[in-house]
């Protein structure tokens, strides 16, 4: 992936994605049971420190039409510390028609779903929160780039799960 500025006008993000398996096998004792299949990029300081976790939640089993998380990782030995903005499915799929839920189910083996996105305005929404927060150190999103991303689940509890994305792009606008 090439690093892309913070800054440009529009960084539009666009795949094809489908859940292609999703079974759920409960354990005594589970008392939280949860499967998110998340998208990271790595948002850091040009010539700081800054980094943030910032996110698109693109699936999660307990609700369809996910908000916006924004928090610290933290809480654990290894934590990075770094602050985490996840925008929420309910703006992901904003422009899709529709999500990887069908009939308040997870749509298992349905068709693809296009996601199509532009991050900019979530990108100026992170910077503010961070900034009020104070943490960030930049004054402004020319200041951040993207450098990175990885994408996959996040499970607690024990699942069975497949996700596919096709035609996967995070494409920088400048007019």
């Not at 999660?60 to 928090?71: K, L």
């Not at 996105?117 to 009020?132: F, N, V």
Request: glycine share 10%; with cysteine; proline share 2%.
């Amino acid at each position: 992936m090439a690093f892309l500025s913070c800054d440009a006008d529009r960084l539009v993000l666009s795949m094809d994605i489908r859940l292609m398996e999703f079974v759920e096998t409960p354990i005594d004792g589970d008392w939280v049971r949860a499967a998110q299949f998340l998208m990271y990029f790595y948002v850091k300081g040009t010539d700081t420190h800054d980094f943030c976790w910032f996110g698109v939640q693109l699936f999660d089993s307990r609700q369809d039409r996910t908000s916006h998380y924004v928090g610290y990782d933290g809480g654990k030995a290894d934590a990075s510390g770094a602050m985490i903005y996840s925008i929420g499915s309910k703006y992901a799929y904003r422009n899709s028609g529709r999500t990887l839920y069908r009939n308040k189910q997870p749509d298992i083996g349905g068709e693809w779903v296009h996601v199509e996105i532009d991050l900019k305005p979530y990108l100026e929404d992170m910077l503010k929160k961070g900034l009020a927060d104070g943490y960030f150190t930049v004054d402004s999103l020319s200041e951040l780039y993207i450098g990175g991303m990885n994408v996959g689940w996040e499970t607690i509890g024990t699942f069975y799960h497949t996700m596919e994305i096709k035609d996967l792009q995070l494409v920088s606008y400048t007019e």
